[in-house]
């Protein structure tokens, strides 16, 4: 996946999580486009910064 295919959104949120960065990181592109299509319901930062929260666990 391409760093510029991401929403800026998530990048901010993944980049004030540490470990759902690694664990995005380490996703298969498939997996990472469908938590990138996600993004499209999220409608606040708090929103965004739960929805990181959750692929910890997700995943």
Do not use: C
Request: zero cysteines; aromatic letters at 8%; hydrophobic letters at 45%.
């Amino acid at each position: 996946m391409d760093k510029f295919d991401m929403p800026v959104g998530l990048g901010m949120a993944l980049a004030m999580n540490p470990e759902a960065m690694q664990k995005f990181a380490m996703l298969p592109d498939e997996k990472k486009w469908q938590v990138v299509s996600g993004t499209h319901a999220v409608e606040s930062r708090d929103e965004m910064r739960q929805y990181v929260e959750n692929i910890i666990t997700a995943y």
